[in-house]
């Protein structure tokens, strides 16, 4: 995955995210004293390198498979759920402003949809993705590439209340994700829990392990998925 020098960035860039209070690249890299390097090191393997993601994933699962203690077991439990990610600034890719049910208010924070995995022994992330904030222009042009009627008494509401306007869009997208082309115009977050339950089931076809997840989960479209999907 990593060439030697790019390997000890990576280590000291997972060990940072442990340790170091201040995770952004400079406090990860002033915080190793011990063989110090220049920051734009451990900036390149992040926005340069080529690695995949996936791939890095697949090679921690198969190294958690080769031991007893953490391969998975038929015995085990998969919970799907999404966390907040929170932020102190608005300057991030594909933040967005959510409500926190713990602290009860209004975060900027990105929201990371999990499926994980547990037994009496263990218990870790088995596939993650982040979700990303609808792009109201692409979906309105979706919409209406897709033949699905905008009502025109609604468009003003782009100008004067963009938050009802967002609202609208999106039921519609719900209401005609049935017709061909509309569902793949965005990624809500119960369509990655549907993306990251086929990908465990392709990539696990002979284990049957229950699902569980809250109520928010519990919507009829994506019950009726797990029935038809998941056995």
Partial sequence: MFSTPAFIEFQRYISGLIVSENKTVEGINRLVVHQSRNQSSLNRLLTESPFSLDALNQHRLDLLARLPGTRIKPQ?????????????????EQIAYLFDHVQQRYV????LVTLHYSDDATDYPVLFQLWKPVDLAQLEQGLVAAQVKLKESKRSLKDSDPAKWR???LGVWRRHQHTDGVADLYDSKLRIAE????????????????????????????CRFLDKTID
Avoid: C, E, I, M
Avoid at 81 to 88: A, E, Q, S, V
Avoid at 108 to 111: D, K, Q, R, T
Avoid at 195 to 220: I, S
């Fill in 108 to 111: 900027w924070a990105h929201n």
């Fill in 167 to 169: 609202q609208y869009l």
């Fill in 195 to 222: 993306h990251l339950l086929q990908h465990w089931r392709q990539a696990q076809p002979d284990l049957k392990l229950p699902v569980t997840f809250d109520n928010w989960y519990t919507q009829p479209a994506f």
């Fill in 76 to 92: 085990g439990v998969l919970s799907l759920d999404d966390t907040l990610l929170t932020h102190y600034g608005q300057h991030f």
